[in-house]
């Protein structure tokens, strides 16, 4: 059992920055990869970025391209979203989860443990 908690969001004017914190506890952290979804009101969940388990390979979607960049400490068992150029449509709710099997990393299917997530919300 992996317990997540994110924390880092809040409201931040267009063009802004946030950096998202998910502190892991339980199993051994660095066994595992780690993601970021975000769903926006009225939308899906859909994938942010994601980070292996010694943050060697990151992958991203689109919409993270150039504006936000994964990390992780595994010392302090926390993995990051540093996010620049904030734009409204990057308001949702944020959440971290555990990368459990396969090697799609955008699909949450292959994923478990989430944590209970974190509102970021960027006005214009």
């Known amino acids: 059992q992996v317990q997540l908690v994110e924390s880092g969001g809040g409201l931040v004017q267009a063009g802004g920055s946030l950096r998202l914190s998910c502190a892991a506890s339980?199993?051994?952290?660095?066994?595992?990869?780690m993601g970021w979804f975000r769903q926006a009101p009225g939308k899906e969940r859909e994938f942010v970025e994601a980070?292996?388990?010694?943050?060697?390979?990151?992958y991203y979607a689109d919409s993270a391209k150039g504006r936000f960049t994964i990390s992780r400490d595994n010392a302090k068992n926390t993995v990051y979203l540093q996010m620049n150029s904030l734009k409204p449509e990057d308001t949702a709710v944020y959440y971290c989860?555990?990368?459990?099997?396969?090697?799609?990393?955008?699909?949450?299917?292959?994923?478990?443990?989430w944590g209970q997530g974190t509102q970021v919300t960027v006005s214009s």
């Open positions: 339980g199993r051994t952290f660095s066994n595992y990869a």
């Open positions: 980070i292996t388990w010694n943050g060697g390979s990151t």
């Open positions: 989860a555990v990368h459990r099997w396969g090697n799609k990393w955008s699909l949450e299917s292959e994923y478990d443990y």
